[in-house]
């Protein structure tokens, strides 16, 4: 994959072309993920996904898994999911064969583990713009009191395939800078003992699946688009049997949603930015912070080779701005 040295043009965020090519080379031809499947609950066999466009549920068979879709006429046509370590996906992209972690691979598995929330935001900038904030570890420690507390990005460790990258940070030791509920949550998961060496791991599965693995909790968060200037974010969260009942899962909660609303404000930032340099019909691109900004450029390297090589004259497109 060729790397280029500079960040996207302006048009990707905002040309109707560039998206509809998005939806089809991307969304309709990848490895479309549907949810863990630990989002049923034990006992039972089916679970309704009200995030999605369609009408359907997630279903449980033995180890098989299906997506059930109503028919008007009444019936149910059910789609085999493909798993991997315990995700659902559909589309005809392999995630076996996409997803090469090594090592890291284990901490994504969740023995003992059952789904505690689920968390859907609608956000009025593309999806583009949400994958970026979750892949640009430079902004963390000017714009995240409570995980920059927790978390050392001066120690990052980056792995990286054709259609995936990982991000690994190790956990600060010693105090918060900020007291708040990341200091609460990370202080009674070290209470239980283990899992402080995961510290903060994150995988981003394109074009818009992002797994994130902390002491003692699992997020799954995917960045649906629902146009060209906006979309979706579904999270679940998982956390341990034994701790389902102490207060672990309502702070890492809080925590996550404080990270995801300092987010929002980025994102929201980022695109009123990118949105005026449209209007104007000028595009400023600058270079890349590495190694904090190495999943921001690996993902735009990604976008231009599945991509731009497909939509048409999308070289001319993205490289100017349009008055609207």
């Known amino acids: 994959m060729h790397s280029h040295a500079l960040g996207l043009e302006i048009g990707w965020f905002f040309d109707e072309h560039i998206y509809q090519t998005e939806l089809r080379q991307l969304f309709e031809s990848g490895a479309g993920y549907v949810a863990h499947e630990l989002l049923i609950a034990p006992g ?16 449980r068979f033995g180890a098989d898994f299906f997506l059930a879709h109503r028919q008007k006429d009444g019936s149910i046509r059910r789609e085999p999911l ?21 090592r890291l691979e284990k901490f994504l598995r969740l023995d003992g583990y059952e789904h505690g929330h689920t968390l859907i935001h609608d956000y009025p900038f593309g999806w583009k713009t949400f994958v970026e904030t979750h892949l640009d570890d430079y902004h963390v420690d000017y714009c995240h009191p409570g995980l920059s507390g927790f978390l050392d990005c001066g120690e990052l460790e980056v792995a990286e395939g054709p259609w ?9 030791q010693g105090r918060f800078s900020a007291p708040g509920p990341w200091e609460e949550w990370a202080r009674l998961a070290e209470s239980f003992g283990g899992e402080r060496e995961i510290g903060g791991l994150w995988l981003c599965y394109y074009p818009g699946l992002m797994v994130e693995r902390y002491p003692f909790a699992l997020a799954v968060s995917q960045a649906i688009p629902t146009g060209v200037e906006s979309c979706r974010n579904v999270v ?7 701790l389902m009942k102490t207060d672990l899962p309502i702070l890492a909660k809080r925590a996550y949603l404080e990270t995801l609303k300092e987010d929002e404000a980025i994102c929201a930032a980022i695109h009123a930015g990118r949105r005026a340099l449209w209007k104007e019909g000028r595009s400023e691109e600058g270079p890349y912070q590495e190694p904090l900004e190495s999943g921001l450029r690996h993902f ?15 070289n001319e497109i993205a490289r100017k701005g349009r008055k609207i």
């Open 300 to 314: 735009h390297d990604f976008l231009r080779q599945e991509v731009g090589r497909t939509a048409q004259s999308e």
């Open 164 to 172: 995936w990258s990982w991000q690994a940070a190790p956990a600060k």
């Open 44 to 59: 039972e066999t089916a679970v309704e996904l009200p995030w999605l466009a369609e009408n359907c549920a997630l279903e």
């Open 82 to 102: 493909k798993a991997w370590n315990g995700l659902l996906f559909r589309g005809p992209r392999s995630p076996e064969q996409d997803l090469g972690l090594g």
């Open 236 to 242: 679940e969260l998982y956390f341990p049997q034994r």
